[in-house]
Structure formats: structure tokens, C-alpha cells
């Protein structure tokens, strides 16, 4: 069994909680309220900032190219997309960059992005990519499975942008990159790292599902 395997399959559970969550099934039937939903658009991008940060770390602790390319890859992607506070639904909320400097991290949030960070910080380049795989797999698979579930989720006036984003074979073709880039470093792991590195990405997923809690419940 491949390493990204065995970590899917230790947190089937909680990545089967994503696709029933009700902020999510919100957004796959386009009944979210978009007061919750700018909520989350806030904390996440205050997210993202911690998140883009456990990626330049990992810049720094890479032993080979591929794998720079790997963690450069997603500061573009980020930089470049996600976080444009001026397009996409910061935009459309009219969210400013003084409202961002006001708004205080949710405590699960700055939990979250302080785990991975201790990781970036204190263990090496396959643990990092253990950390950020929750976040940058889970997205594009609980956007998938909108698809399956209601194809007319993608066509939303308001949520199909955002739904169209996590489905984008750019951002698929990232996420490929990554799980086997993941792969590949964790060749002939021995048991003991192989349980390390479930026990970061199972944090982690846990961590994704108490964001969607956060947001669905405005959490402070």
C-alpha cells in the first residue's frame, strides 16, 4: 500500500464527515447563507497566510528539486489565486485589507494553522507534505463529490465559482503532484515513520472538519 493510501484510509471516517457537513451540502445546493460563508471567506484566507508559510518553510527543508518545485507550485497557486484579496469572493463581500488586519484567527483555526507550523518547523519534507495534504486534497475531493452528487452545484450563481475552482484540472494536476511526490520520498519508511506521519495527516483531517464547524457555527 502506497503512503497517501494508508493516510486516506486511516481518516475515511472523518473525510466521509466533509461530504454531509451542512455548511458544505450549503454549498452544494446553494442554500448557505452567505453571511456564514463570508465568514469563512475571511477566516480562510487568515488561514491561508499561516498555510502559505508552512510552504515556504518547506522550500527550505527540501533535499531535491522536484520537490522545491513541489512547495513553489502551491505559493503560486496561492498567491496568485486564492489569496488575491481584490477578486473571486473577497471581491464580491467587498472584504478589505484593513478588515483582515481587525479580524482575530478562530481559535480552531489558529490551532490548526499553529500545528502544521510546529511540524514545518521542527520535522522534514515529508512531514510537511503529510500536514498540507488534508487541506489541498479534501478541497478538490469534497468538490467532486458535489458534482456527483448535484451537477448543477457547479452552475451556481454565487457558489459554482467556488465550486468550479476545486474541480479545475489545474488544481487536480497540483494535488497529483503532491500525493505522489509524498510517495516517492516515503520509500521503504519503516513502521514507526509510516505511524508518524498518519498520526500528522489524521490531526490534520480532524482539524478540516472543526473549520467546516467554525465556519458552519461562526466560532470565535
Not at 38 to 56: G, H, N
Not at 67 to 84: A, C, I, N, R
Not at 122 to 127: L, P, S
Amino acid at each position: 500500500m502506497k503512503t497517501t493510501q494508508r493516510l486516506l484510509a486511516a481518516t475515511e471516517d472523518i473525510w466521509a464527515a466533509y461530504h454531509d457537513h451542512p455548511f458544505v451540502l450549503g454549498i452544494q445546493d446553494g442554500t448557505l447563507d452567505r453571511e456564514k460563508f463570508r465568514y469563512y471567506i475571511i477566516q480562510d484566507y487568515l488561514y491561508l497566510e499561516e498555510y502559505l508559510k508552512v510552504f515556504a518553510v518547506g522550500i527550505a527543508k527540501a533535499k531535491r528539486p522536484e520537490t522545491v518545485g513541489l512547495f513553489s507550485k502551491y505559493v503560486t497557486l496561492l498567491t496568485q489565486g486564492e489569496m488575491d484579496i481584490h477578486r473571486g469572493y473577497m471581491g464580491k463581500f467587498a472584504v478589505s485589507r484593513e478588515e483582515l488586519d481587525r479580524t482575530p484567527r478562530a481559535l480552531d483555526n489558529l490551532s490548526y494553522t499553529s500545528y502544521m507550523l510546529r511540524v514545518a518547523y521542527e520535522e522534514g519534507e515529508a512531514e510537511i507534505l503529510a500536514a498540507i495534504l488534508a487541506c489541498a486534497y479534501s478541497y478538490e475531493v469534497i468538490a467532486k463529490t458535489m458534482v456527483e452528487r448535484a451537477p448543477a452545484a457547479a452552475e451556481h450563481p454565487f457558489y459554482g465559482e467556488w465550486v468550479r475552482g476545486y474541480v479545475d484540472p489545474h488544481y487536480s494536476q497540483a494535488n497529483v503532484l503532491l500525493l505522489d511526490t509524498l510517495d516517492a520520498l516515503t520509500e521503504g519508511y519503516d513502521e514507526a515513520r509510516l505511524r508518524h506521519l498518519t498520526d500528522i495527516f489524521v490531526a490534520c483531517s480532524r482539524y478540516e472538519l472543526a473549520f467546516w464547524d467554525l465556519a458552519w457555527n461562526m466560532s470565535k
